[in-house]
């Protein structure tokens, strides 16, 4: 089975940017894999931040994060990326990646069936 790993992570300051990374080995390629991000801050439920379709032609974000987040994958890499732009305290929270085995796009958590361990994201003001 693939294996997710995310990095990228760490403190920025609100107004910076950041780009996230998650890197697939084993198990079947990403490119038969819908895949997502989402995140999760302390107290809180695992949210939705945006999906990607398996050829990365197809895109969803949350409302929270339209317009400054941008989910990209390069399958010949292996790699999925989410790039931070314009961020703020709020949106400090574990950042997750995820695998789902389903054609289109999974907006769902409950859709994705391999997850990476998560990476920090804390955003000072």
């Known amino acids: 089975q693939v294996q997710l790993v995310e990095s990228g992570g760490g403190l920025v300051q609100s107004g910076g940017s950041q780009r996230l990374s998650c890197a697939a080995s084993?198990?079947?390629?990403?490119?038969?894999?819908?895949m997502g991000w989402f995140r999760q801050a302390p107290g809180k439920g695992r949210e939705f931040v945006a999906a990607i379709s398996r050829s990365g032609f197809t895109r969803a974000y949350a409302d929270s994060v339209k317009g400054r987040f941008t989910i990209s994958r390069d399958n010949a890499k292996n790699t999925m990326y989410l790039q931070m732009n314009s961020l703020k305290p709020e949106d400090s929270a574990v950042y997750y990646c995820?695998?789902?085995?389903?054609?289109?796009?999974?907006?769902?958590?409950?859709?994705?069936?391999?997850w990476g361990q998560g990476t920090q994201v804390t955003v000072s003001s």
């Open positions: 995820a695998a789902a085995t389903k054609a289109g796009l999974a907006t769902s958590k409950n859709e994705y069936d391999i």
């Open positions: 084993g198990g079947r390629t990403l490119s038969t894999y819908a």
